[in-house]
């Protein structure tokens, strides 16, 4: 590099001892070291810079190439993903939606059950209920019976034992009738 360096030091000193012209003249010394500097530029450029930079731009290339591939195999990957992903939240929702409808029904069928085992249940309790308040009808007539036939025996056992007048019957009978049990 310092004989590019001595080169353009001697055309700028050229161009200063010329002395004549401005910035658009052309000097033929100038111009020859000018293109010589440039031609020794570009050598010592092609052999000890431009290959290396030109390997760095291709390994650079390579890496971006290979990375625009990954993230183009990657997009494929997640859009197959995605798309799995869709058809087994299909599949997912489709099973719920199945098993709610299961679920309902099961639910249907234990009420109708329960609904019809509380009716039979209810009935059973009303017959026995029934069967019973007529037992209890049936035994407090039979008593009632038992107590008005005891009475009556009492009654006429008590009037034979009295032969008594009317007056005197008729109180006894009035006596005897306030003295039942009011219940």
Known sequence: MSVVAAIGANAAALVASEGQGGLLSVHSGLAFWTTITF???LIVLGKFAWKPILAALKTREDKIREGLEAAEKARQEAEEMIEKNKEEMRKAEERAR????????????I??????????????????AEKRIEAKQNEAFEELK?????????IAEKLLRESLDKDKQKALASKLIDDLPKN
């Open 39 to 41: 031609i020794l530029l």
């Open 98 to 109: 199945e098993t709610v409808e299961e679920s309902r029904k099961y639910a249907d069928e």
């Open 111 to 128: 009420r109708e059950r329960t609904l019809e085992q509380s009716k039979e249940q209810a009935k059973k309790m009303l017959d026995d």
């Open 146 to 154: 038992n107590r008005v036939a005891d009475l009556s025996v009492e």
